[in-house]
């Protein structure tokens, strides 16, 4: 069983690290990568709705190597909560 992309990227975020688009899309690559909404723009999508929800929150922002803007985000106290409350304990992350 996979989780619903969005719920995955927030239990991904469990454990508290900061991460950006590119992590997270390397980390849950072996799951969804074979999907057709696996790409950089549906991710970074799931990031600012969860950032909109108050789940996660932007820690900090760069430009990288190429010019593009790097946007880090770490989960909040109400993130952890909705992954406790609706991830079974057998999938989640942290």
Same mark, same amino acid.
């Given at each position: ?25 390397? $980390? &849950?690559?072996?799951?969804? +990568? ?13 990031? &600012? $709705? &969860?950032? $909109?929800?108050? &789940? ?22 109400? +993130? ?8 079974? $304990? ?5």
């Amino acid at each position: 069983m996979v989780l619903p992309s969005r719920m995955a990227v927030l239990n991904y975020m469990s454990d508290g690290e900061e991460v950006d688009v590119k992590s997270v899309m390397s $980390a &849950l690559k072996k799951d969804y +990568g074979n999907e057709g909404q696996f790409n950089k723009k549906m991710y970074l999508d799931h990031l &600012l $709705a &969860l950032e $909109a929800n108050g &789940l996660v929150e932007m820690t900090s922002y760069d430009l990288d190597s190429e010019n593009e803007l790097v946007m880090r985000y770490q989960i909040t106290e109400d +993130g952890e909560q909705t992954v406790s409350k609706y991830v079974d $304990a057998a999938y989640r992350k942290g």
